[in-house]
């Protein structure tokens, strides 16, 4: 079914490259003017449109002066798995699905992805209308480096959990990229201090594209302090949507030769065999181990 959009922009017809397949498309993270022309085309001109919420569907149509003459249905977390094969039905007939989520791109941390594993599955046509990302704008803003990054989602909500899963990533050296809730953010802040180190260079990015968009940047144990103030006596904290993008761990020079000699002979001095010696340090250092038992010999 093809509809007509209440805004002047243009042939209103899914363009081939839209027809006839499942197609992720981008919605604004906050300011609605970062929607796309495509966005607004194809959700007045798409056969389906399957929204995480949609009633929010309708209010981004709303504000954006579109009309939605496609079916709209009801697509997320706990139902992506069961209608995902409704929708691909869809597009192998010939028709255009649109997957739309509150905020950003599908199957970023949000429904979409399942549907992407079932049309691969199934050789159904997949595309995607690109847009607004809060992992990418937080990550920009930062103004920590972006030639290397990981997108980690929501960290787990025990703390147990949580302390462990930041273990586990203290030495990673990419640019670490997060969401996290309000009520969670001052625990999860300390626990990257923790495990990361006070003194690890981070942001904060709340609100993005919003009214009230905010970026603090700073330490970890910075960062930390100034949401524990603004909580203290009953304040407002942090509030809206959050990202946190911390510093990768800073790169480990490796030991020169002499140091591991010195390693070595000292091994040697309390006892230990110095062909074993030589043979362990070597496997630990990944140098080579007749290079490391000779240098140890002449220094002897």
Not at 191 to 200: E, H, I, K, S, V
Not at 265 to 280: C, T, W
């Amino acid at each position: 079914m093809v509809g007509t959009m209440t805004s002047p922009l243009g042939d209103a017809k899914a363009t081939p490259d839209d027809a006839g397949a499942l197609v992720l498309a981008a919605t604004p993270i906050g300011n609605s003017e970062d929607a796309s022309p495509r966005l607004r085309r194809l959700l007045a001109t798409a056969d389906v449109v399957a929204a995480e919420d949609t009633r929010r569907l309708h209010a981004l149509a709303d504000r954006l002066g579109v009309t939605v003459t496609g079916r709209v249905v009801s697509y997320y977390e706990h139902n992506e798995v069961a209608r995902a094969d409704e929708l691909l039905d869809v597009v192998d007939g010939g028709g255009t699905v649109v997957v739309v989520t509150d905020a950003g791109m599908p199957a970023v941390s949000d429904p979409g992805f399942r549907a992407v594993a079932r049309a691969v599955e199934r050789g159904v046509r997949v595309t995607a209308a690109p847009g607004p990302s809060a992992v990418l704008t937080a990550l920009a803003l930062s103004g920590l480096p972006t030639d290397r990054f990981t997108f980690e989602g929501f960290a787990p909500r025990k703390p147990g959990d949580r302390s462990r899963a930041f273990g586990a990533l203290a030495a990673e050296t990419r640019t670490m990229v997060f969401f996290e809730a309000p009520h969670r953010i001052g625990a999860t802040l300390a626990a990257m201090a923790a495990a990361f180190g006070d003194t690890r260079p981070a942001a904060v990015c709340r609100e993005l594209t919003k009214t009230y968009e905010e970026v603090l940047r700073g330490p970890l144990g910075t960062l930390v302090a100034e949401v524990e103030a603004r909580s203290a006596d009953g304040g407002p904290g942090l509030r809206g949507e959050i990202c946190v993008v911390v510093g990768g761990a800073p790169a480990v020079a490796a030991p020169s030769q002499e140091d591991l000699v010195a390693e070595v002979l000292s091994r040697v001095a309390a006892g230990e065999r110095l062909k074993e010696v030589a043979a362990d340090v070597a496997a630990s250092t990944g140098v080579s181990r007749r290079d490391l038992y000779n240098a140890a010999l002449a220094a002897r």
